[in-house]
């Protein structure tokens, strides 16, 4: 089991900035790469980033290329997701989810285990 939790979500004001924070523990060497998806109410969730644990190589969704920055810190089991000049769209609760495959994969479906969420608000 890999247990997942997220960190750092909040109310922001269009163009301002959060960091998210997902700290992994228990089996962490059975997962090989980790996403952020993101659930905003009446929608469907959907992949905004991923990485890589071992080569750091990354994948964005298109909306939040050039705006967010996902990256990790292996020795403490970590994974961020710096996200500047959020706009209201944004707004979402955002997951962590861990996966065993080696490539990083955009369907919620290729992933093992799920963070708590944690809210993401930005006002207009």
């Known amino acids: 089991q890999v247990q997942l939790v997220e960190s750092g979500g909040g109310l922001v004001q269009a163009g301002g900035s959060l960091r998210l924070s997902c700290a992994a523990s228990?089996?962490?060497?059975?997962?090989?790469?980790l996403g952020w998806f993101r659930q905003a109410p009446g929608k469907e969730r959907e992949f905004v980033a991923g990485i890589s644990w071992s080569s750091g190589r990354t994948y964005y969704t298109d909306s939040v290329k050039g705006r967010f920055t996902i990256s990790r810190d292996n020795a403490k089991n970590t994974v961020y997701l710096q996200m500047n000049s959020l706009e209201p769209e944004d707004t979402a609760v955002y997951y962590c989810?861990?996966?065993?495959?080696?490539?990083?994969?955009?369907?919620?479906?290729?992933?093992?285990?799920w963070g708590q969420g944690t809210q993401v608000t930005v006002s207009s």
């Open positions: 228990g089996r962490t060497f059975s997962s090989n790469t």
């Open positions: 989810a861990a996966a065993r495959t080696t490539w990083i994969n955009p369907h919620s479906g290729a992933y093992d285990y």
